[in-house]
């Protein structure tokens, strides 16, 4: 029973994720099967983001030698780039999928604030993973090098997205995007 307290972040956010895609009615919003694609694999995505970073820690990646901090026994970086290590890296190519998805919901976005976006997205995260450590004792670690690779991760995704639609890839782009739902036919 005591494991399970773990998993209470990971559940709150699942739920919250699914009732938020589901009030908003997404799925009848966005007809196409592009859309649909979008929206499903967007849901997978953000689920496994959860997964990967407010369970349990059940991930040992080498790391870099990092001096850390400790708040109520919960260890904390605040010290950037004190060494690479593989999960730096890691998260660049999590976070990339997040710069697509930002591209195919608002494609008319410029490159500052989706790097706005991506540094929110991960201080949610970290910020998440330190309060859930306090509390829930999920075993993570919240760490300025994480703010810095997923930031990155978001623009690289949505820079290429960027290239790309410049491309002969522009139709199958746009068979993605989350652009012409009902409501925006209404507003017209």
């Not at 730096?88 to 195919?104: A, R, S």
Request: aromatic share 16%; glycine share 6%; charged share 10%.
């Amino acid at each position: 029973m005591r494991a399970l307290v773990h998993w209470i972040p990971f559940f709150i956010y699942f739920f919250a994720g699914t009732t938020l895609i589901t009030h908003n009615h997404l799925w009848v919003r966005f007809s196409h099967t592009g859309q649909h694609i979008t929206i499903a694999t967007l849901f997978v995505y953000l689920t496994a983001i959860d997964w990967l970073c407010l369970t349990p820690s059940m991930f040992n990646f080498a790391s870099a030698n990092k001096l850390m901090f400790y708040f109520h026994g919960v260890p904390f970086n605040v010290i950037p780039l004190q060494g690479l290590s593989q999960e730096f890296f890691l998260n660049i190519i999590m976070t990339i999928p997040l710069g697509v998805y930002l591209y195919l919901i608002n494609h008319r976005m410029p490159l500052a604030r989706a790097i706005i976006y991506g540094f929110l997205f991960s201080l949610f995260i970290e910020t998440n993973q330190f309060i859930c450590d306090l509390i829930f004792h999920i075993g993570r670690v919240a760490d300025i090098d994480d703010l810095i690779s997923n930031t990155l991760g978001t623009t690289i995704g949505f820079a290429v997205m960027i290239m790309l639609d410049q491309t002969i890839f522009h139709h199958a782009i746009k068979q993605f995007m989350l652009v012409g739902g009902k409501s925006d036919k209404l507003n017209n």
